[in-house]
């Protein structure tokens, strides 16, 4: 199954949010410090509501943390970013991949998206239009994947 992971995200709701996507699908969600927010901050717990049993979270404090851990999973990293070498919907998921996000205003680290061994985008047809809500971002990649992956069928 694939996993979320969210590199250094800033926006309590966004996260709440993309927790709540992540319990529904029962999706491994990973969080890489550092975080604009407390894990407590009410903002966040009130977007993920009364779901947080239901999620299966991680919580690495750096992404050399979160590097370490995935090394014992293994698994291929697939970068989301405005600058995607392949369409999302173009692209063809494994359920060993990991989904990786990043914040809101800068999206993942380019050293880390040169670490990466696909990077996709979402297309977009207002080229004024950058990028979606992060939230949303998620939500359409993870669904797109389970998808391909038959976890609907």
């Known amino acids: 199954m694939p996993q979320v992971v969210l590199v250094h995200p800033l926006i309590p709701p966004n996260t709440g949010n993309i927790a709540r996507t992540c319990a529904a699908t029962g999706t491994p969600l990973h ?3 550092p975080l604009g ?4 901050d009410r903002y966040l717990k009130r977007a993920g509501l009364d779901y947080w049993p239901y ?9 050399a943390d979160f590097q370490a851990h995935h090394q ?3 698994g291929r990293w697939i970068g989301f970013s405005t ?4 369409s999302y919907v173009k692209f063809q998921f494994r359920s060993d991949d990991w989904l990786l ?10 050293d880390l998206l040169q670490t990466c061994d696909a990077t996709v985008h979402i ?4 080229p004024q239009v950058r990028s979606l809500n992060l939230s949303v971002s ?8 389970r998808r391909q992956l038959g976890y609907f069928a």
Not at 37 to 40: D, G, L, M, N
Not at 83 to 86: E, P, T
Request: aromatic fraction near 8%; include cysteine; proline fraction near 4%.
């Open 37 to 40: 927010f407390e894990i407590s």
């Open 55 to 63: 999620v299966n979270l991680h919580y690495h404090e750096t992404l």
């Open 138 to 145: 998620v939500a359409i990649g993870l669904f797109e994947a």
């Open 101 to 110: 996000f990043g914040s809101e205003t800068n999206g993942l680290p380019r």
């Open 83 to 86: 600058s995607g070498l392949c």
């Open 72 to 74: 014992t999973q293994g």
């Open 123 to 126: 297309p977009m047809s207002q």
């Open 31 to 33: 969080l890489v410090g």
